[in-house]
Antibody, heavy 117, light 110 residues
Framework: EVQVVESGGGLVQPGGSLRLSCAAS????????VTWVRQAPGKGLEWVAN????????YYVDSVKGRFTISRDNAKNSVFLQMHSLSAEDTAVYYC??????????WGQGTQVTVSS | QSVLTQPPSASGTPGQRVTISCSGS????????VNWYQHLPGTAPKLLIY???QRPSGVPARFSGSISGTSASLAISGLQSEDEADYYC???????????FGTGTKVSVL
């Protein structure tokens, strides 16, 4: 089955770190831009970061610059989001998507990140 | 606060046509293509329209997109109960150097 599956979410204390993974199955993720999008409770969708096919281009929303790092391991057919200095404002469902704005767009079901003491 | 503004809600009866607007600016809608997503919270968002007016395979033809100046629109014709969801426009913004989603519109089928 062609899909992307997020993992790594959970409960973390303010100031803590978490690493999210986006694993692809049924296709080669190396051919696509990959994007992380989040939705905080009661809020709309927010673009977080994206990375191109070889990892040479990375973009971030201002609110996570310097704290989050997007990377990919093409050998593992996966993309990662390393998150540091987490705060309550980072609490959200995090979605991974390939080709967010193309005919081959494919999204995962999301992983919950909760920042709380 | 998003740079793409949508009405918070829209509604219609089954079979009606509903239109959702997305107001932007030169740095996003005018300079780059617009995409539309359907989302039921807790589920995977779904791309409905890309490149202003293109539908991915499997998206019904009753969903259509258009652009006029600094605004974009999504039209749903022949509204169905399964269309009840949140809808978001999105585009790359050259000034922010990032992808931006609209504020979202909740569509209700009366």
């Amino acid at each position: 089955e062609v899909q992307v599956v997020e993992s790594g979410g959970g409960l973390v204390q303010p100031g803590g770190s978490l690493r999210l993974s986006c694993a692809a199955s049924g296709f080669t993720l190396t051919s696509y831009w990959v994007t992380w999008v989040r939705q905080a409770p009661g809020k709309g969708l927010e673009w977080v970061a994206n990375i191109n096919q070889d990892g040479s281009q990375r973009y971030y929303v201002d609110s996570v610059k310097g704290r989050f790092t997007i990377s990919r391991d093409n050998a593992k057919n996966s993309v990662f989001l390393q998150m540091h200095s987490l705060s309550a404002e980072d609490t959200a469902v995090y979605y991974c998507a390939r080709g967010i704005a193309s005919s081959s767009s494919l999204w995962g079901q999301g992983t919950q990140v909760t920042v709380s003491s | 606060q998003s740079v793409l503004t949508q009405p918070p809600s829209a509604s219609g009866t089954p079979g009606q046509r509903v239109t959702i607007s997305c107001s932007g600016s030169k740095s996003n809608i005018v300079s780059n293509t617009v995409n539309w997503y359907q989302h039921l919270p807790g589920t995977a968002p779904k791309l409905l329209i890309y490149s202003n007016n293109q539908r991915p395979s499997g998206v019904p033809a009753r969903f259509s997109g258009s652009i006029s100046g600094t605004s974009a629109s999504l039209a749903i014709s022949g509204l169905q109960s399964e269309d009840e969801a949140d809808y978001y426009c999105a585009a790359w913004d050259n000034r922010l150097d990032g992808f931006v989603f609209g504020t979202g519109t909740k569509v209700s089928v009366l």
